[in-house]
């Protein structure tokens, strides 16, 4: 059964500084990532989607790396800004039997200080 | 831009009564999913729907049911609330189903609705 980990849980940093969150997953076998942000009470906005046969996506400020024969992948955020505080989320596309899902992790809480 | 609306952002309902959620997407998707949210447990597949009057269960569809009358709505049905159904519902669509292993697997969510169950 895939398993999604987020680390850490919270995280809070000054503004300007890089920062790397990370998401863990069990089972290499997966179609894709994706790396959402969630606002406080809000819906998810999809930052980026890496391929399975791809090793990096970036978009802006954001880099997304995956490493899925160790089951890895990072998010770097450079020059961090107070607009980047938020809940990030990653999630795997993974082949579970009848049904083919997403997996969620539970998220790291960034919170950039001005 | 993909847009996916949802009915309601808060809703307060009595145990027992028959609650309707309801989302609508203006992308032409043909898959639609149903998330709860809940602090701890992250989000957690209800439904989802591949076509029109086509549906599948996804983790934890008991006490929900749904339906998908047209591509675009997708509604989620609870039959008669209980307190356990309190938390934040998510849906999304996308325009390729999970699995297909391409850029078309994004999906895309809706603002959320909270629900409390009294």
């Known amino acids: 059964k895939q398993e999604v980990t987020q680390i850490p849980a919270a995280l809070s940093v000054p503004e300007g500084e890089n920062l790397v969150l990370n998401c863990s997953f069990t089972?290499?076998?997966?179609?894709?990532l994706q790396w959402f942000r969630q606002d406080p009470g809000k819906g998810l906005t999809s930052l980026l989607l890496?391929?399975?046969?791809?090793r990096e996506q970036t978009s802006g400020r954001l880099n997304a790396s995956l490493d899925k024969s160790s089951g890895r992948s990072t998010l770097y955020i450079a020059a961090s800004q107070p607009g980047d505080s938020a809940t990030y989320l990653c999630?795997?596309?993974?082949?579970?039997?009848?049904?083919?899902?997403?997996?969620f992790g539970t998220g790291t809480l960034l919170a950039v200080q001005p | 831009d993909v847009k996916v609306t949802q009915s309601s952002r808060y809703l307060v309902k009595r145990t027992g009564e028959k609650v309707f959620l309801e989302c609508v997407q203006d992308?032409?998707?043909?898959?639609m999913f149903w998330y709860r949210q809940d602090p701890g447990l992250g989000l957690r597949l209800i439904y989802f729907s591949y076509d029109v009057k086509m549906k599948e269960k996804g983790d934890i569809p008991e006490g929900y049911s749904v339906s998908r009358e047209k591509k675009e709505r997708f509604s989620l049905i609870l039959e008669s609330a209980s307190t356990n159904q309190t938390s934040m519902y998510l849906c999304?669509?996308?325009?390729?189903?999970?699995?297909?292993?391409?850029?078309?697997?994004?999906?895309?969510f809706g603002p959320g609705t909270r629900l409390l169950v009294l």
């Open positions: 999304a669509s996308s325009l390729y189903a999970v699995g297909v292993g391409g850029s078309g697997e994004t999906q895309y």
């Open positions: 089972d290499s076998a997966i179609y894709n």
């Open positions: 890496i391929q399975s046969s791809q």
């Open positions: 992308m032409d998707h043909e898959n």
């Open positions: 999630a795997v596309s993974n082949y579970g039997g009848a049904t083919n899902k997403l997996i």
